[in-house]
């Protein structure tokens, strides 16, 4: 049926949504990662010291992550559309209110309160994907809105620093948080569900519903009547909460202690950091999409959906876990390649991991919950991975303590998907 419907369908609005979805994440990492590359040029403001550094940049994962349950409640009754406005005028606001910081409690509260606006960002990426996309075309689809990410965090750098130099560090922040509001004025002008959107095609909507978009009103009322709370009593949800745990566990060293790894450890100079640095965030975009893409072929083939999602997951951890060897290669340029390739490998793997909600949500009122149950499990990693490398670090004075942890962490990812996860299908009412 799916590869029937490919070759008849009229219509590609679903990818125009997705695609303004990944401007929205683009804009999202580049109001979050703002703060970590002005800091430097804030100092005469503040007079922080590293400790304060360090604080007010975690503000921001703390509330971000005590957030993601609510966020997927909210974005289940509220939907994307009203959800995703709400959010990003919160977030532009807060970014923009930077600006006005004047000391360590201000700039603090500032990041505490960015992270809250930020929190239903990936949730609702996740149920947008579920409404205008059937099953076999989810994984590029998350894929590509998953990748805004990495593209926000790979220009941050380029488009602040050039910001600052030409405005200054407070109207840098003002302006950033104006192009947030744009994207939100668009956003709310732009969305409708798909049975409600003026410009899709008939052909369109029948190739969205008989391919197994996640609908409000389809779905079966007694499994519709399953509580929040209940999702936690399914073997499914604590698989994914741990998986996800453990990709970040990789994906974090990247967002932390990366750069310095290659300046201590590497020697790079900082000329030959801003070359390279970059490349495993490229690397890591195109194994994002290539992981979408391949997942979707497998399935519009006729290949179960439980078998490519254990698959493709399990068999990106499995690559990821390279990242250990690269403490051992000789070379800088051979670090510098297995950890492009690890860096892909995770990605590879959370194209997939970001479908999953959307294909064992017993209903579609659950599927930014369940996003959120697994999001608030996984950025925990953002807590603990930064905190155990520095500690090993500073106890061994090297980094291979450290990249060997995370790499066993990546196995047990593997492990997790391959066999803790049973079947990837709808829950069902016990």
């Known amino acids: 049926m799916a590869t029937t419907l490919r070759s008849t369908v009229r219509g590609r609005l679903r990818w125009y949504m997705i695609?303004?979805?990944?401007?929205?994440?683009?804009?999202?990492?580049?109001?979050?990662?703002?703060?970590?590359?002005?800091l430097p040029f804030m100092g005469e403001t503040f007079n922080l010291s590293k400790t304060e550094e360090g604080m007010i940049l975690a503000a921001f994962f703390w509330s971000y992550d005590f957030f993601q349950l609510a966020a997927g409640w909210f974005v289940?009754?509220?939907?994307?559309?009203?959800?995703?406005?709400?959010?990003?005028?919160?977030?532009?606001?807060?970014?923009?209110?930077?600006?006005?910081?004047?000391?360590?409690?201000?700039?603090?509260?500032?990041?505490?309160?960015?992270?809250?606006?930020?929190?239903?960002?990936?949730?609702?990426?996740?149920?947008?994907?579920?409404?205008?996309?059937p099953r076999h075309e989810r994984?590029?689809?998350?894929?590509?809105?998953?990748?805004?990410?990495?593209?926000?965090?790979?220009i941050a750098l380029p488009v602040v620093t050039a910001l600052i130099a030409g405005l200054g560090w407070?109207?840098?922040?003002?302006?950033?948080?104006?192009?947030?509001?744009?994207?939100?004025?668009?956003?709310?002008?732009?969305?409708?569900?798909?049975?409600?959107?003026?410009?899709?095609?008939?052909?369109?909507?029948?190739?969205?519903?008989e391919g197994g978009a996640r609908w409000e009103g389809d779905d079966d009322e007694d499994t519709a009547k399953i509580r929040?709370?209940?999702?936690?009593?399914?073997?499914?949800?604590?698989?994914?909460?741990?998986?996800?745990?453990?990709?970040?566990?990789?994906?974090?060293?990247?967002?932390?202690?990366?750069?310095?790894?290659?300046?201590?450890?590497?020697?790079?100079?900082?000329?030959?950091?801003?070359?390279?640095?970059?490349?495993?965030?490229?690397?890591a975009i195109g194994g994002e999409w290539l992981g979408g893409w391949l997942a979707d072929r497998r399935i519009s083939r006729g290949d179960s959906v439980t078998r490519v999602r254990k698959l493709f997951i399990s068999g990106g951890f499995l690559v990821s876990t390279v990242i250990g060897l690269a403490v051992w290669v000789p070379d800088?340029?051979?670090?510098?390649?297995?950890?492009?390739?690890?860096?892909?490998?995770?990605?590879?793997?959370?194209?997939?991991?970001?479908?999953?909600?959307?294909?064992?949500?017993?209903?579609?009122?659950?599927?930014?919950?369940?996003?959120?149950?697994?999001?608030?499990?996984?950025?925990?990693?953002?807590?603990v991975s930064p905190i155990m490398i520095g500690v090993l670090v500073d106890r061994t004075s090297s980094f291979t303590i450290p990249l060997m942890v995370i790499s066993g962490v990546a196995l047990l990812g593997a492990f997790t998907y391959a066999v803790i996860l049973k079947r990837v299908e709808p829950l069902r009412r016990p």
């Open 76 to 133: 289940d009754r509220y939907g994307p559309r009203r959800t995703f406005t709400f959010a990003a005028v919160w977030w532009s606001l807060f970014t923009s209110l930077t600006a006005l910081a004047s000391s360590f409690a201000s700039l603090f509260g500032v990041r505490l309160l960015l992270g809250i606006g930020e929190s239903p960002a990936a949730t609702t990426s996740a149920k947008v994907v579920a409404r205008w996309f």
């Open 332 to 383: 800088a340029w051979m670090a510098l390649a297995l950890l492009s390739i690890a860096y892909a490998g995770s990605t590879f793997a959370a194209a997939n991991i970001w479908s999953l909600p959307a294909d064992v949500a017993p209903a579609d009122r659950h599927v930014a919950s369940i996003g959120g149950i697994q999001n608030f499990a996984s950025n925990f990693a953002g807590i």
């Open 19 to 38: 695609s303004f979805v990944f401007a929205g994440l683009v804009i999202n990492y580049l109001d979050r990662a703002s703060l970590g590359v002005a």
């Open 228 to 283: 929040w709370r209940d999702l936690f009593r399914y073997r499914t949800i604590w698989a994914m909460m741990l998986g996800f745990f453990c990709l970040n566990m990789v994906v974090y060293f990247f967002l932390t202690f990366f750069p310095t790894y290659l300046v201590e450890e590497r020697e790079f100079s900082l000329l030959k950091l801003g070359l390279f640095g970059a490349i495993p965030g490229l690397v």
């Open 170 to 209: 407070r109207w840098t922040f003002a302006v950033i948080g104006v192009i947030g509001l744009l994207w939100a004025f668009g956003w709310w002008r732009t969305y409708r569900d798909p049975q409600d959107h003026p410009k899709i095609t008939e052909e369109e909507l029948t190739y969205l519903r």
């Open 139 to 154: 994984a590029l689809a998350t894929g590509i809105w998953d990748s805004g990410s990495r593209v926000g965090g790979v």
